[in-house]
């Protein structure tokens, strides 16, 4: 059942009263002291505890706090439950007593998972929008700057060797089907590590493998038509997955071998499946997640917020971080937005763009770009710098084919044997409009100005060890960041002057 603070107990010892005065006033902990239980009031969290019967948990407006802090400071849970033990400005945020033991650690570990299971996980930070919003801070303030980071996964990235067998290590564990198989390229019940090989024999690596591969093989032809709850079910798909998305067949019939590419989706580690490998630049790169925030640039404060593994695009998450705010924005992005399909969901929001595009790449290094050739949307035409103009094709293609042979202008547009092809994307338009808008003063006045100051909130978001996240999975991650996010608005709107 859920607990709930007594207000007619009196503490002899209260930390509030009397070690308040050692708590700065313009800080988090002194907020949360005299303002939580209207922050986090019991009812806000009482669909987490349905039955009436049982012994209370801890107050929620406590372990909100708890939470809050955690997110503020960068701490585990066994990290958390001593500082609220030992120190006297979480002791005062609380609300306890000078020798109150706090709660254990896995108090937090069942919330999470508690407020994770419901219709409302991330209700911790809308309690902190809805201060936002009483303060009146973000009214009139119609900007919004879109923008990502990479966040480091919280497991070993595993090859390919590696994840085959963790993968059959699980399902074995899980089904007593796939238990009770006779497998012969590893011992999967005993030794969680690699199998032994000599791993500069290419010959040993693909017998290896091939026997790897066979055994989960095997697994999923066994388990094919069983019935299988559901994490016997996450198991074997992702069995089915790692088994095919590194390999490919080997010279003789029946072997494998590790594949010479790179899967556009791959799976990085069984242990979190849904982290993902992500190349930051040329020759930099990292394996995890993505954190999406929008920003409004004047004051640094996060107005939303959400965790896509580090390969998703950046636009169409971009649009859902906007999708709840009244018409009449002005969106600042770099060019991770600047796509035809985010432009035109943005204006049919009603939202003005300033958004740099996507750079235009001549077919020939110094030659002429899409920009060069005069586009008629309306009459179906493009005409090439030298004048000859064709239609566009129903596919959104203009060929100038046979024109290129004879024109003087044929080195510097195009290196192709049947001549240029000009590719319209399906919002073209947009497209045009955004490169002829950034091009004006106004635009560039604007971009300069407001879209770097989201690299402050990253920069707030990311400190005290918080590139790197603490869980596995999306929903626990999704769940971490935003009361990261709650936790930093918080102390943004303290650090402000609050009222």
């Given at each position: 059942m859920q607990g709930t603070n007594d207000p007619t107990r009196v503490e002899l010892l209260d930390a509030a009263a009397l070690c308040r005065h050692l708590v700065d006033e313009g800080s988090v902990y002194a907020f949360l002291a005299d303002h939580r239980k209207d922050l986090f009031p019991d009812e806000l969290f009482a669909d987490l505890f349905p039955s009436g019967r049982g012994r209370p948990s801890v107050p929620a407006d406590q372990v909100a706090t708890v939470m809050v802090l955690q997110a503020l400071e960068g701490l585990s849970d066994r990290e958390a439950a001593a500082q609220l033990r030992q120190n006297i400005a979480w002791k005062v945020a609380c609300g306890l007593g000078l020798t109150d033991q706090g709660f254990h650690p896995t108090v937090l570990t069942l919330w999470r998972s508690r407020l994770r299971a419901s219709d409302r996980p991330e209700r911790i930070f809308e309690a902190v929008r809805v201060v936002i919003a009483q303060t009146g801070v973000l009214a009139g303030r119609q900007r919004r700057a879109l923008d990502s980071t990479l966040l480091d996964d919280a497991v070993a990235t595993q090859d390919t060797v590696t994840q085959l067998v963790g993968a059959v290590r699980r399902v074995r564990r899980l089904h007593p089907a796939a238990a009770m198989l006779v497998?012969?390229?590893?011992?999967?019940?005993?030794?969680?590590?690699?199998?032994?090989?000599?791993?500069?024999?290419?010959?040993?690596?693909?017998?290896?493998?091939?026997?790897?591969?066979?055994?989960?093989?095997?697994?999923?032809?066994?388990?094919?038509?069983?019935?299988?709850?559901?994490?016997?079910?996450?198991?074997?798909?992702?069995?089915?997955?790692?088994?095919?998305?590194?390999?490919?067949?080997?010279?003789?019939?029946?072997?494998?071998?590790?594949?010479?590419?790179?899967?556009?989706?791959?799976?990085?580690?069984?242990?979190?499946?849904?982290?993902?490998?992500?190349?930051?630049?040329?020759?930099?790169?990292?394996?995890?997640?993505?954190?999406?925030?929008a920003v409004e640039p004047e004051t640094g404060l996060v107005t939303a917020a959400a965790l896509t593994p580090a390969n998703a695009a950046d636009g169409p998450t971009g649009v859902s971080l906007v999708a709840g705010e009244a018409p009449g924005l002005e969106v600042l992005a770099d060019a991770a937005y600047g796509g035809g399909q985010t432009r035109a969901a943005l204006t049919a929001a009603g939202h003005a763009q300033t958004i740099k595009p996507i750079p235009l790449r001549p077919a020939v290094p110094g030659g002429f770009t899409k920009d060069d050739f005069a586009i008629d949307l309306e009459g179906g035409t493009v005409t090439c710098p030298a004048g000859r103009t064709v239609a566009i094709t129903a596919g959104g293609r203009a060929v100038f084919d046979w024109r290129c042979r004879p024109c003087p202008l044929r080195e510097r547009c195009t290196r192709a044997k049947d001549g240029k092809t000009v590719n319209l994307h399906p919002h073209e338009a947009e497209l045009v409009a955004a490169r002829r808008q950034a091009a004006t003063p106004a635009f560039q006045a604007s971009y300069r100005r407001w879209r770097p100051m989201v690299e402050r909130s990253i920069a707030w978001l990311v400190a005290n060890g918080h590139r790197r996240v603490r869980y596995r999975g999306m929903a626990r991650n999704q769940l971490g960041l935003s009361l990261r996010v709650a936790a930093i608005n918080l102390r943004r709107l303290v650090t402000m002057g609050l009222d």
């Open positions: 497998l012969g390229a590893h011992d999967y019940d005993h030794d969680p590590g690699k199998p032994a090989c000599a791993w500069d024999d290419a010959e040993a690596r693909d017998q290896l493998v091939s026997g790897l591969v066979g055994d989960a093989t095997t697994v999923l032809a066994t388990l094919q038509g069983e019935r299988l709850d559901g994490e016997q079910a996450e198991a074997v798909g992702l069995l089915a997955l790692v088994a095919g998305q590194d390999v490919e067949p080997g010279d003789a019939e029946g072997s494998w071998r590790i594949a010479r590419k790179v899967a556009a989706d791959r799976v990085i580690s069984v242990v979190d499946p849904q982290a993902r490998h992500m190349h930051k630049s040329v020759s930099s790169y990292r394996d995890g997640y993505k954190a999406h925030l």
